[in-house]
């Protein structure tokens, strides 16, 4: 948030800074006149700095409003409408106040100066004022039906943020806090279905939105209502930036009501994930340049190129993330910094920050990267950090990117009113809202379909139902629409994605809880098994004796990939880069001796004896475990429930009601849950040995 | 440390996220030659960006490299480097890199295009270029010298940052986690004192300084050393920015070594305010603009316009801080907020920061009013945050706090060889090094003379040749020096500026440790009484014992100033900020009984019983025990101890050595202190009667 300040005060503050220096300096008789020029332009400097702390209290004052009333409503318990949502109406009626409550007429009511150049834009120019030169920085293209706006409304302007802004300064650590946070098991049991989401289903979602938007623009154009270009890429453009799905309003119900833990892995990984593909989608195809420069016909070379570019984009992102979280791990690991957790916060931080700058260094995607370094930090640097260091970690990063959301939630708002130059085209928005649902169904259904056919516990129907619902469109969407809004297609690309993102958030974020219960999908299950202190090496109890070992051991062969890395991340990566998991030196081969011994620290012969690695049980006996549990949740509410499935059988044991479908009940099961979880964590599982 | 990134890039990344639309759009035929143009500009802006995020990358390395070195000595017990001289080193190393080690040829050989305009520069350019219009901002003047470094080396200039960087951002923190900290009972014990030296004292060494450095310029100008202008109110202005000490290592060193308590909040404190006196009086001098245009003789109107402007900026940002500091003291007590601990920390850290930004949108000192917004916090705000909260909101503003000041330190160390207009005069220099001498012992000696005219407890020998010793340059300095750098004046203080922090902090901070014990100055005191537990309202035994009644009274009368102030505080602001000290029935006269019930929450009544204010014993009969204690720090090492001071006696009592004066001895009382600690905090006190 601090950045905010000087980007936008910086050039003007220095003028300030340095002009009194002049007044004192340049004090010879007879250059009065030049003084008060200097005076002038000091004083508007000093005018237009102010006006820039105005701007950014503005948007302070918001979310301190924002935080006020979310603590209102989570006080209350009030749940159709959700901080982000919130943070968009503080931000409309601040809009609709700037837009109309301040008049138009700025201080200085002159068109700004300017000069012609026969080159191309430099990104620095030189101004020679009588002598004396001033440097001035390229800010972007102006449209010239814009420069008249310059000089409308500064204060509007002012609120106007550089939207590389929300690339750099804003995404970077809600992404990185939504890799950070995937340390679930309830993930990696289901990672194959999320990345077949992500990546089948967001370019699904992508291919039908851009064609059906072509549709629709050939529409427009034969009705008339098309006055301007409007390419098929421009079309496949707004399908890829659309299709960055971000259900944070639904998950946060879903942590409330703790409700069934697959369904949240499933949609909170598919959204992390498909925000990373949608990005590196939307570059690769404003990559596409098809050969014959005049035209925007399907070129196949210029295709391949572009399917080149999103290959080499996200796995040189993937890489330099997974690389620099790597060696967070080794540096956290090899020397004794624990002991000093502000240093080790320091230092994780700014790893995690060099991620994101030595991928856009290397031409690759920053926000990308960062996802994946905080997912590689999450599975083993966070082993090596003191439990002090844990805990700030993870407030610091929580802290940024609750305040990055809100800012982005309510800059979202205000852009709906400040924003220059919306082009509202009904035809545009209505095809928009139609081809999103359908892009959605056509990602969701078929995908599930095919999914099933492979997954041993099934999506069912109501978890398919909510999935398709959660398809909400948030930051990602925004942000990647805001990044260019040069031209008419992408500025009615950017009002279209704005509305979408409204309505999704209001809407469906609003109806998430109806449409939980009547969805029937089971709430009051523990989304976070992590949290329980002593799950992590134990198993549900009739995930096994129920299952018997056969049909565990089928599981595991088809699971050969799944398996093969969870060993050689158990046995190999994990005792290298943590202190956690087998010593080294039973794990590789004898001739690795000298090596072994000395990549193992004391701590892993200590921590064999005495702890489980906490995803040990996942690896070994696991898969069988997963689908179970992911069986009984799909089977909550007396549906078509099996009494002898480990959740079910764990509420009916404590005497619970196991499912309920009226609103009051999720409040009640809610207020009940927080004493149960420790008795039952305890209660519903026993040790498993431990084979290797 | 984000907020670098696109202030730097946000153009050209702007441009370069632009750039691809306009060649999909601009595709029509014969417009080759533009594309290829065009297609140049973006790979210049793509190769700046990439730029951008090296040179930010270099910052990070170079943080990173401090971080484990500074492990490295903390785990190793090095103290003759501080983690700031340490940041400088690696700096300085970098920077030789950079000038030296990159060929200076840049990849577009020639200047930048510029353009003439008659009138003065606006803040907003635009270019015309072939009928497409660019918007470019002001960065700021150039000197003509410069014009030709433009196309020098652009890695140098990458790496140089706009000089309000460091007061918009970096400063900040550092100087709200200063005030944050202050919650110690050592500071407004000694206020009186620091307030003196920071005001009184920074005011003289400024005069002292300026005058001096008067001398030194017209001696040049006789000896024809001088090139340019250098009037006396920039002698005067060097003698501002020069007099801010920072006392960081000292302080380091103070706080690891566990030195005497008094002695630490007397510089600590007086670092942080002379920091906010340097600030105000510095725009002060700036503002000093005699009527006459043509002379910089002395002119009394303007003098006094100056200390004008030295009053209303001060006050309007101490009353500005304060008062942001109540409304969220009012805040957080009247809202359940402690429930949500994110919320919270997210509330907190926005309102301080709207501290800083209403100040500036005021005109006031941005920095400054975060200071005193957050002692305000500290002594008000953080007793309603929840047990978590006040943890996170420490760690928080303590990373951000290291971060920035390590960053600073490196930058210092960078700058000496990246910048480009440095004037090395020995002359000035050397001058300037007497001048801070003298300057500094003219604060410190006479104002202490008649400082321990007051005080019961006398500042000896011993402490005042620490301060002198103490007066190390830093951040502040350095901050103020690098804002402006325009003028010939300006950039020879710059210069000078810079060498003295150099060595300052490596001669006087990695000093520190032998001088503590050249000077016998007690260590093993625990600084932060507020650690222990129950010593907040008990008394050190002695302290009442052994003086009596009278002498307590007498000092408490003659200190009624403070004793009004605290009893106020105690009795109306504690209770209508907070949730404790007495409840407001209690305290308030009889007709504002629905008032202050209505201010009085249930916590206070339950509070009132059961616990104590922190700061209660202070105030009624502390004061004694206070310089009690200080008499017993300053007896250390049996120079002239009495057998029967508190500190001594405790430590006696407890069979431990009361000090020693060889660096060995240091460290074993370091090793020792930690289990100590607890024990002495219980076993030397006894609870005192409470007496309203």
Request: overall charge negative.
């Amino acid at each position: 948030m601090e950045a905010l300040q000087p980007r936008r005060s910086g050039a003007n503050a220095a003028l300030r800074a340095a002009a009194p220096a002049w007044i004192l300096l340049s004090a010879a008789p007879g250059l009065r006149a030049e003084m008060e020029e200097i005076d002038g332009t000091e004083k508007e400097a000093e005018e237009s700095h102010r006006q820039d702390s105005v701007s950014l209290l503005t948007f302070i004052l918001l979310l301190t409003l924002t935080i006020l009333t979310i603590w209102l409503f989570k006080h209350r318990r009030v749940r159709f409408l959700h901080e982000t949502g919130l943070a968009m109406i503080y931000g409309l009626l601040v809009g609709v106040i700037l837009r109309y409550g301040i008049p138009a007429t700025s201080y200085h009511n002159k068109t700004p100066p300017s000069c012609s150049l026969k080159e191309g834009p430099a990104s620095t120019l030189l101004l020679n004022v009588s002598g004396k030169f001033f440097e001035y920085t390229l800010k972007g293209e102006i449209n010239s039906r814009e420069i008249h706006n310059v000089e409308q409304n500064d204060m509007l302007r002012k609120v106007t943020f550089d939207p590389e802004l929300f690339f750099n300064i804003l995404l970077p650590p809600i992404i990185f806090h939504a890799g950070y946070s995937l340390k679930k098991r309830n993930f990696f049991r289901n990672l194959g279905s999320i990345i077949t989401y992500a990546f089948l289903g967001t370019a699904i979602s992508c291919f039908v939105i851009g064609n059906m938007m072509y549709g629709v623009v050939t529409l427009m154009k034969a009705v008339g209502q098309l006055t301007d270009k409007f390419y098929y890429t421009d079309c496949l453009f707004f399908g890829a930036i659309i299709s960055a799905t971000d259900p944070v309003t639904v998950l946060a119900i879903f942590n409330d009501l703790h409700a069934d833990g697959d369904l949240y892995a499933l949609l909170f990984g598919e959204s992390v994930m498909n925000d990373a593909v949608a990005i590196v989608l939307s570059s690769s195809i404003v990559a596409y340049q098809p050969s014959s420069a005049n035209t925007h016909i399907f070129d196949a070379a210029a295709f391949f190129k572009s399917v080149g570019v999103f290959l080499g984009i996200f796995s040189g992102s993937f890489v330099m993330g997974a690389t620099t979280g790597v060696v967070t791990a080794l540096v956290t690991k090899f020397t004794k910094l624990h002991c000093f957790p502000l240093l080790e916060t320091a230092l994780f931080f700014l790893m995690s920050w060099s991620t994101f700058l030595l991928a856009e260094a290397c031409g690759f995607t920053g926000v990308v990267a960062v996802l994946f370094c905080g997912i590689t930090q999450a599975h083993y640097t966070y082993n090596n950090l003191s439990a002090e260091s844990t805990k700030r970690t993870k407030q610091l990063f929580e802290v940024l990117h609750f305040l990055a959301e809100n800012f982005i939630f309510s800059y979202m708002g205000l852009t709906l009113f400040t924003f220059q130059n919306h082009i509202f085209s009904p035809i545009f928005i209505i095809g928009a809202f139609v081809a999103i649902f359908i892009g959605r169904a056509l990602n969701i259904y078929p995908l599930s379909f095919f999914l099933n056919l492979g997954r041993r516990v099934k999506i069912r129907g109501n978890f398919q139902h909510m999935m398709m619902f959660a398809g909400l469109r948030g930051a990602m969407a925004f942000a990647l629409a805001i990044r260019d809004t040069a031209t008419y297609a992408r500025q009615m690309m950017f009002t279209t994605t704005l509305l979408i993102v409204f309505f999704t958030v209001w809407v469906f974020g609003g109806g998430t809880t109806p449409m939980l219960s009547w969805l029937h999908i089971r709430v009051g299950v523990d989304p976070d098994q992590d949290l329980q202190p002593s799950a992590d090496s134990f198993q549900v109890l009739q995930g096994v004796s129920s299952q018997g070992d056969g049909q565990s051991k089928t599981k595991q062969e088809s699971a050969w990939l799944f398996r093969f890395w969870y060993n050689f991340d158990h046995n190999y990566l994990k005792p290298i880069l943590t202190h956690s998991g087998p010593p080294l030196t039973s794990t590789l081969p004898g001739y690795c001796g000298p090596l072994a011994s000395c990549l193992t620290t004391p701590q892993a012969y200590e921590n064999h004896d005495e702890l489980r690695d906490p995803d040990s049980d996942l690896i070994h006996s696991d898969a069988d475990l997963t689908f179970m549990f992911g069986d009984t949740s799909i089977t909550a509410n007396g549906a078509s429930g099996r009494a002898d499935a480990a959740g079910e059988l764990g509420w009916s044991a404590n005497g619970k009601r196991s499912g309920s479908t009226s609103e009051e009940a999720l409040e009640r099961e809610l207020d009940s849950r927080e004493q149960e979880l420790l008795s039952r964590g305890t209660r519903l599982v026993f040790p498993v040995e431990y084979h290797i």
